[in-house]
């Protein structure tokens, strides 16, 4: 049959039909595919502080532990940056977010553990190794649960203490110990206790001031600002001594706090 000798209807419905197939077919070339890529400035802070860790575990390696503990300090300040820097710009991703929590490990859960142990826990054997393996772990567990935990947690606090803070310590000490002429078989001991408590401090219930909540931008009294300059003119002096005290009384603090707590 013609489709002259047709009925009007179902002529009408070929041409609906031929028209369908020929969208559809067209349909993959008009469509543009979403755009693959991801955020550069952010992401270069990120790998900055990954690199920062990285070369602390190196230079640890060849012998240099005062430069491993600088470069852990160096990864902490990159580590702020790249957030902040991704919030101002507004190029927050969940790329982002996961190359972070990567970072993290390396610098905060590796590199530390790693320094520490060739610095003044290989001599101990596996004592040693295992309060460095305590270490690590807890650095993974603590970075996994705070990122379950986004969006549910008080920003105020940090549920344990957070995984720059603890290589700060364990860099902190190494650093200090190291300009005061100790050697890491002297301090074996001490870190023998201090790695691993920074390990379970980490994934611990203890809560921690995140300071996330201070204005910064608004007015404060005139002797805040003079504390601020003094405490940096404290660790322009001494550096390794101050950011070690610093960041050990940090760690005391929680504990401290529940103490307190209990007390009352």
């Known amino acids: 049959m013609k489709v002259d000798d047709m009925p009007v209807e179902e002529t009408e419905k070929e041409i609906i039909k031929d028209e369908l197939e020929d969208d559809t077919a067209e349909a993959p070339k008009t469509l543009k595919q979403p755009r693959r890529g991801v955020y550069l400035l952010p992401n270069l802070f990120t790998t900055a502080a990954l690199f920062s860790g990285f070369y602390s575990i190196i230079a640890a390696m060849n012998g240099n532990y005062t430069h491993a503990a600088v470069a852990i300090f160096i990864s902490m300040v990159f580590d702020g940056l790249d957030g902040r820097v991704a919030r101002l710009t507004r190029t927050q991703s969940a790329f982002g977010a996961e190359y972070d929590s990567l970072a993290d490990m390396v ?92 390990g379970l401090l980490m994934v611990s219930n203890v809560k921690y001031r995140s300071f996330k909540d201070l204005n910064i931008k608004g007015r404060v009294p005139f002797v805040v600002l003079l504390i601020a300059v003094m405490v940096l003119v404290l660790i322009a002096l001494e550096p390794a001594l101050v950011l070690a005290t610093m960041f050990c009384a940090y760690g005391l603090w929680g504990i401290l706090g529940i103490v307190f707590k209990q007390l009352r």
């Open 107 to 198: 610098s905060f859960g590796v590199a530390p553990a790693l320094v520490s142990f060739t610095w003044a826990l290989d001599p101990l054997g596996k004592v040693g190794w295992i309060a460095a393996f305590i270490y690590v772990v807890g650095a993974a567990l603590r970075l996994a649960r705070f990122n379950t935990m986004i969006g549910n947690e008080d920003k105020r606090y940090f549920t344990g203490l957070p995984s720059p803070a603890a290589a700060a310590i364990v860099a902190g000490v190494i650093w200090a110990a190291n300009q005061a002429g100790l050697t890491g078989e002297q301090m074996a001991t001490v870190m023998a206790l201090l790695v691993p408590v920074a």
